[in-house]
């Protein structure tokens, strides 16, 4: 009877628990849903947002010069659009050059495309089997997808002039957006504080990986230039750009310099620059950069890989670009900004919570002797 009694006080919990569950993933659903739907205006405002948070300590320097609060955010203004016209620039420049490039490897790469042909066939591989993979290398895509790459850019450039509308907005409400964090962190403390966690988050993330990102990408040109790499501008542009794509980023850098160093120098060129990204890589973004970033980024390998694909899915090429900062906001938002929900940050992070050790007991004093009536001491 006890037991069932425990069964019958414990059910409500659980089923409570499991619709609270199916609930938030029906929400969630639905959310993501519109997200995806509305993808088009999330990606430049959420960028929008990303460059204003990485950009503020220089608005803080500022302000310590008592400039006008108007002038202050001019030039944050004006920070934001060199910063965004100087990357488009080269980032146009780069992929045009790469269009320009490609052409030129059609005969090399058709006839690699023939061999691997005659390779399967001698291992009797069907000819059907051959036709799918041999369409599938053919120049003439590789061509259409870099041409493709480039609308893309130029689209881009349409979206350019919202992002910096948004940009404009965004500037001169900073001012009046902190002042009302600071009053809204009396009421709500919890979600004011997660709020801050994630701009600090953002802010290191960002910052850092442009750094190293900028050095990778020098390192790579360099050393591109020096084997007599073609295009090395541009796979040193590449390399700068992927280093935002956590987890895989430095697959995309290295591969299209490698197959262009084997077309147009030998195995050998390919399997050096191969092992200069690889050592790059290694001593910069898995050993150096990981200890400048900390512990502010909290999140596991895992959990940063499938945010990955996910905002790739939801958002399109710019989610893949600020996976760590969308996933940032959904961890500030949906468990930092409730207590309750703070048990899941050790698995978000993959780090354990560090053991406390329980208070020392205090110390009991000895029991007193009583001395018998008539004795002295």
Do not use: C
């Amino acid at each position: 009877m006890k037991h069932a009694a425990d069964t019958a006080s414990r059910g409500p919990q659980a089923r409570s628990f499991a619709a609270s569950l199916l609930l938030g993933v029906a929400t969630l659903t639905i959310a993501i849903a519109g997200m995806k739907a509305i993808a088009d205006i999330i990606g430049p405002v959420f960028m929008a947002l990303v460059i204003t948070i990485t950009l503020h300590p220089i608005r803080l320097r500022l302000e310590q010069g008592r400039l006008p609060g108007w002038v202050t955010s001019v030039l944050m203004l004006a920070a934001a659009v060199l910063l965004l016209a100087g990357f488009a620039v080269v980032l146009i420049v780069s992929v045009a050059q790469l269009a320009a490039l490609l052409p030129t490897y059609a005969d090399q790469i058709r006839e690699g495309v023939a061999n691997v042909g005659n390779t399967l066939r001698g291992a009797g591989v069907k000819q059907g089997q051959i036709d799918a993979v041999t369409d599938a290398l053919d120049p003439g895509q590789i061509i259409d997808v870099a041409m493709s790459v480039l609308s893309g850019t130029l689209g881009l450039l349409t979206d350019l002039f919202f992002l910096i509308t948004v940009l404009l907005f965004i500037a001169f409400d900073t001012d009046s957006t902190r002042h009302s964090m600071k009053t809204l962190g009396g009421r709500f403390p919890d979600p004011v504080a997660a709020l801050d966690n994630f701009a600090r988050g953002t802010r290191s993330y960002m910052a850092v990986s442009a750094s190293f990102g900028l050095v990778v990408a020098i390192i790579d040109g360099i050393a591109l230039h020096l084997l007599d790499v073609p295009g090395a501008f541009v796979w040193a542009v590449l390399a700068f750009v992927t280093n935002f794509i956590p987890n895989i980023g430095f697959i995309i850098g290295v591969v299209p310099p490698a197959l262009i160093a084997l077309l147009d120098g030998s195995p050998g060129v390919m399997a050096t620059v191969i092992v200069v990204y690889s050592v790059i890589n290694f001593v910069i973004q898995s050993v150096v950069q990981p200890r400048v970033v900390g512990d502010s980024v909290g999140l596991s390998p895992t959990l940063t890989f499938l945010s990955l694909v996910f905002w790739t899915w939801v958002i399109g090429p710019v989610g893949a670009l600020l996976a760590v900062p969308f996933s940032l906001l959904a961890k500030s938002l949906l468990v930092e900004a409730d207590p309750r929900g703070t048990w899941a940050l050790p698995l978000i992070s993959g780090r354990p919570e560090p053991e406390t050790e329980p208070p020392p007991e205090p110390e009991q004093a000895p029991p007193a002797t009583i001395q018998p009536e008539g004795t002295s001491r």
